[in-house]
């Protein structure tokens, strides 16, 4: 059992077996045939999926618009059903008996994967800034929510001309509530604005955004057992029974969830593997979301009240990372399966059209009217609520999943349900450009200065990115040792680490030579104390190492064994790069001859920076081989590529050699700093191909650049024999 939990992919096949299972009715022949049929649609849509993924991910835009786009292509409106070689109705054959166009049990994989979804959104939930920010937060959430839920009940209560408690309504109306804050997440990333007064407003408005749609969500799934059109007052009275249910089954399970997930999540520490701890996490949120549903609510619901518990805990970064591999491959699949739902026959109707258009700019009109009017009164002035009315616009993955809930259930038509596809796919278009455009301006948002939660910042500069490297590992390690869990984030050329136990947060940046923790007032002492023993242990690290170095033993190793050369060389050298007589008489004069050469063929963008970090390798230790070799390398950004220039001293150069002897065959290497490439191959070969007298002896007898060229080439042939 414990080897089983252990993998996700094991999980994940399990995942992928239980719609199979469910078709009982089959003989063992097509239950295998329906197998075949599953994993070839499963494999066109992961094709799909990471196609439109590259594509749109390439111009810019966001990657749920590309997987949405291709489901539509390849779905059976489309592509799908055009007969195919052993698909006589098409790969994905239209399913006109059916209140959705694909097979069940892909829409039952697709709904799965918006379990996860949700789980990981509820995962994603951040308690503290939703407390922090909870007055501008929630007063902006339910500004928005409440104009766009009315503003889209009443379009679709016109467009179909009905009352406003018809359920196909009010699916309308909480569609147009959601937010992708993902999206808009991304803008403020780039524009380094998450931390602004209005980013952290949005942030947490799309909190209070996601809650109050499941809420209401909840409500519209109840109100699905009362007769379209209902409007006396037995009709409102039963509105006013559902709610309430609604409500109070959410909000039970969520303050249950909440109040046990501390304890739980200490349960779950006890199984000490990550994977474990993640797979019975989502376990539990599947049995939630199943119990959700058989209760006449969405399972959705219950996903997201399992991940919003867990997300006060220390363990949400952990489990989403371990989960990541069955979240990347399970949930594009379902963007994919949303698109395929979309009647593109029809979508381009004069009517579906019309509406869509309503639709759309009404939910437009609603999420910027609804969240700037609230933050006007909130010390944000015109610009800064506007920046947040943009902010709040795009639709993503929870309008998708409301939607597809709709027209699964008979909701919503397919019309409708085109219309809202429409109304996400321009709201998500539209709302990037337009927040980035207005973060553009340096312009203040707020009327006044805007109060934002105190913390530390401790800087810690190492000078060197090698050791500064080398200690972030070390820390990690520490932290971990401490009880914390650590939560990787490489942003732009940094890495930022964040590290939670309990109530303690501490987000740790690792750029260049620098380390700077962020935290809050009481936790710097801590911080400092496990810098400076880990600091301590490096140091003693670095004094044994000394210890052990020998240089007399190991220089000696590379001259004097054996090795494999393969085709490096071959491609590296560079007949112009190849002085038969150096001229120089000291070792420093020696290598700036041999950098010049690189730097007069264009090798080189910084020679003085090259001949730097060249002179410093030097001082460290010594290049000088034995037996006349002398192997002066260094890593920097001076290269893009590696470097090399061999060098011939026919009276010989003092390199402080290990044996003493004066250094005749002397090759200079230059790598990338940052690049990983054949650095350490290429000085093994090198003192592979010299590893005997007559190989040194013919070197030393060559006279001209063609020559020694001539050897490596020919050495590298014998080898290969």
Known sequence: MKNFISKPFFYLLLVFCIPLFAATGHS????????????????????????????FDKIHLPSVLGELLLGMLIGPYLLGSIPFFGFPEGIFPLLTNSTIPVSPYLYSIASLASIILLFYTGLETDFSLLIRYSVTGIAVGISGVVFSFAGGTLAGSYFLQTSFFDPRALFLGVISTATSVGITARILSE??????????TILAGAVIDDVLGIIILAVVSGLSAIAPGTTGSSGLHGVQNVALKAIGVWLGFTVFGILIARPFSHVLKKLHSFSSISVFSLGIAFILAGIFEKAGLAMIIGAYISGLSLSRTDLNDTIRDALETVYVFLVPIFFVVMGMLVNTRSLFSPQVLYFGLIYTIIALVAKIAGCGFAALFLNFNTLGALR?????????????????????????????????????LVTTILAPPLLSKLFSSSKRGTKTDFLSRETISTVFDFS????????????IQAFRYEGFYVHSMPIDSSNVYQLKRDDIIITMTSSDTVLDFRTDKQDVIFVKTIVYETLLQVNDIINR???????????????????????????????????????????????EELLNNLHKNGFIKN???????????????????????????????AVDRIRVVIGLSREGIDFNSLDGELSKIIVLILSPLNVSGPHIRFLASISALLNSSESREQLLSCRNSAEIYRFFREQLRKEQK
């Open 28 to 55: 063992s022949d097509n239950l295998i045939d329906l197998i075949a049929s599953l994993s070839i649609q499963l494999g066109i849509i992961t094709i799909a999926a990471g196609a439109g993924h590259l594509l």
């Open 607 to 637: 020679r003085e920076a090259a001949l730097d970090a060249v002179l410093k390798r030097e001082e460290s230790m010594s290049t000088g081989m034995q037996y006349g070799i002398a192997l002066p390398h260094a890593k920097t950004d």
């Open 191 to 200: 524009k380094h604005k998450l931390d602004s007064p209005e980013g952290v």
């Open 545 to 591: 190492v000394k210890d052990l170095i020998r240089p007399e033993v190991f220089l000696k190793g590379l001259t004097d064994q054996t090795g494999r050369s393969g085709q490096d060389i071959r491609r590296i050298i560079d007949t112009r790069c190849i002085l038969p007589h150096v001229k120089s008489k000291t070792k420093k004069e020696a290598i």
């Open 464 to 475: 060197s990115l090698e050791l500064n490297d080398l200690l972030t590992t070390k820390l």
């Open 388 to 424: 947040i009315g943009i902010g709040m616009v795009p639709r993503g993955e929870v309008a998708l999943i409301i939607a597809g809930i709709g027209l699964s259930g008979g909701l919503i038509s397919e019309d409708l349900f085109s219309s809202a596809i429409m109304m996400t």
